[in-house]
Every structure is written in C-alpha cells, then in structure tokens.
C-alpha cells in the first residue's frame, strides 16, 4: 500500500507562485511515475503535469506549460510542483498520483494510469 499527502494549497492573488508538494510513504519503492492532477468545482478531473521515476521525462498540460514546474526526490519520497503566475483559472483541487504498476520510463498524463491518490489540497487564485 502506498499513501499520498498533499501540502501547500491555499488562497493567493493572480500572478503569485505556490508550492505543492506530496509525501509519499508506505511501499513508496513501488513507485514508478507520479503525477499532479486538479479538479474544479463541476468539471472533470484533468492533468496537469506528470514526472518519470527518475526524474528525466516530464510532461505538462498546454494550460500549465511554461508557468508549472514537476519535481521528485525520491531519497525523500516526495513530490513538488511549483506554480508560477498563477490565474484564477487555476482554481481547484490538486491531486497527487502515484503509478505501481506501470513502468521506471516515460510519463503518464491519464487518470487510468494511476493506483494511487491523494486526499487533494485546495488552491484558490483570486482576481
């Protein structure tokens, strides 16, 4: 079993930077890819960024790209995702996922790919 905990949400002003991060415990060796998704209020569950177990292949959704950065430190069993510029638009609950079951390479950008989650923290950019 593994458990996730997010940190680090919280309400802002557009145009600040945030820090999430994920702690991982329990069989966290079993961890291959990770991922950060979020979740507003009426809409599906969508991705955000996604992390290979080494740290080497990164992928990010167009609407994060160049303002998100995705890190691990798996000495530490955590996970990060700085949030730069924030907008309002990116208002929603963030999940931290974890993938046992896929492989050490490559990203995984769908929900299905991942076992494992988080309970989510609340980010809120005001205008």
């Known amino acids: 079993q593994v458990q996730l905990v997010e940190s680090g949400g919280g309400l802002v002003q557009a145009g600040v930077s945030l820090r999430l991060s994920c702690a991982a415990s329990?069989?966290?060796?079993?961890?291959?890819?990770m991922g950060w998704f979020r979740q507003a209020p009426g809409k599906e569950r969508e991705f955000v960024a996604a992390?290979?177990?080494?740290?080497?292949?990164?992928s990010y959704a167009d609407s994060v790209k160049g303002r998100f950065a995705i890190s691990r430190d798996n000495a530490k069993n955590t996970l990060s995702l700085q949030m730069n510029s924030l907008t309002p638009e990116d208002t929603a609950t963030y999940y931290c996922?974890?993938?046992?079951?896929?492989?050490?390479?490559?990203?995984?950008?769908?929900?299905?790919?991942?076992?494992?989650w988080g309970q989510g923290t609340q980010v809120t950019v005001s205008s």
């Open positions: 329990g069989r966290t060796s079993s961890i291959y890819r």
């Open positions: 992390i290979s177990y080494g740290g080497g292949s990164t």
């Open positions: 996922a974890g993938d046992t079951r896929g492989t050490y390479h490559y990203t995984a950008t769908s929900i299905h790919e991942y076992d494992y």
